[in-house]
Nanobody, 129 residues
Framework: QVRLQESGGGSVQAGGSLRLSCQLS????????LAWFRQSPGQEREAIAV????????DYAGSVRGRFAISQEKAENTVFLQMNRLKPEDTAIYYC??????????????????????WGQGTQVTVSS
């Protein structure tokens, strides 16, 4: 089972940017979906961005589309989340996660967190107004 470790969280003022990194213990190019989730206090964990490891196709939640970008660097076994124009409501713990894409399926933010088999420990992002 792949192990994941996030980094890059911190505190920033509204309108600022952060880039999160997720280091994978191994990188499989076939049939994996790599995602970023976040969870705010009192809220359910939500998927905000996902990328298909094989094709690089990405999907975003409406709350972050146009502001956040997910990318991957296979040579470094790393997935990134570039977060721009941050808002106070983006404050949350951010997690990266991985799952095997089903045959004929695709990587989407609609997949529930229960579908993901590997998780990082999370990194805190705090956005002040």
């Amino acid at each position: 089972q792949v192990r994941l470790q996030e980094s890059g969280g911190g505190s920033v003022q509204a309108g600022g940017s952060l880039r999160l990194s997720c280091q994978l213990s191994e990188y499989t190019y076939n049939d994996n979906c790599l995602a970023w989730f976040r969870q705010s206090p009192g809220q359910e964990r939500e998927a905000i961005a996902v990328i298909a490891a094989s094709s690089g196709a990405a999907d975003y939640a409406g709350s972050v589309r146009g502001r956040f970008a997910i990318s991957q660097e296979k040579a470094e076994n790393t997935v990134f989340l570039q977060m721009n124009r941050l808002k106070p409501e983006d404050t949350a713990i951010y997690y990266c996660a991985a799952r095997k894409r089903s045959i004929g399926g695709y990587c989407s933010t609609e997949a529930p967190d229960s579908a993901y088999t590997s998780w990082g420990q999370g990194t805190q992002v705090t956005v002040s107004s």
